[in-house]
């Protein structure tokens, strides 16, 4: 909700919206939830807030969500994510160990909206953010499946 009340004030939705609706159809699908991912990414945060450790999906991890989106076309594919509880329990155990309340959460871009839905019940408050929009002095922290 934080989120629709920001984008409901900003002076840029009006240009956004259009710029969603000039999109190709393929490109973003034409769901509510697809418009939606697409608005977020354009004019939501980039950065976590500060105080908020960020924690970077490893290649081992990000490989694992990727083969479970391409598995899975049309469907929500963290469903077909084999090793999604590892994937929680190692963000948990990074979360616990740096004692903080939140997590901030830096995948590649096409994954963003995927982990955002694996993340969303365990850590609701989580942020997930694309790697090519965090700032890349801000220091995070490494957290990947293990071998096997």
Not at 91 to 97: I, K, N, P, Q, V
Request: aromatic share 2%.
């Amino acid at each position: 909700m934080e989120l629709i009340r920001k984008l409901v004030r900003s002076p840029e939705l009006a240009r956004e919206c259009e710029a969603l609706a000039a999109a190709p159809a393929d490109h973003i699908g034409r769901t509510a939830g697809a418009m939606a991912e697409w608005l977020r990414e354009r004019l939501g945060p980039h950065d976590p807030r500060p105080g908020v450790p960020v924690l970077e999906l490893g290649p081992a991890a990000e490989d694992a969500v990727r083969r479970a989106v391409a598995s899975e076309p049309g469907r929500v594919p963290v469903y077909a994510l084999a090793r999604a509880g590892e994937i929680l329990e190692r963000l948990g155990e990074s979360r616990r160990r740096l004692g903080a309340a939140e997590i901030a959460v830096v995948v590649d871009a096409p994954l963003r909206r995927h982990v955002h839905r694996l993340l969303a019940a365990q850590f609701p408050t989580a942020a997930v953010i694309a790697r090519h929009e965090l700032d890349p002095d801000i220091p995070r922290e490494r957290v990947d499946l293990s071998d096997g």
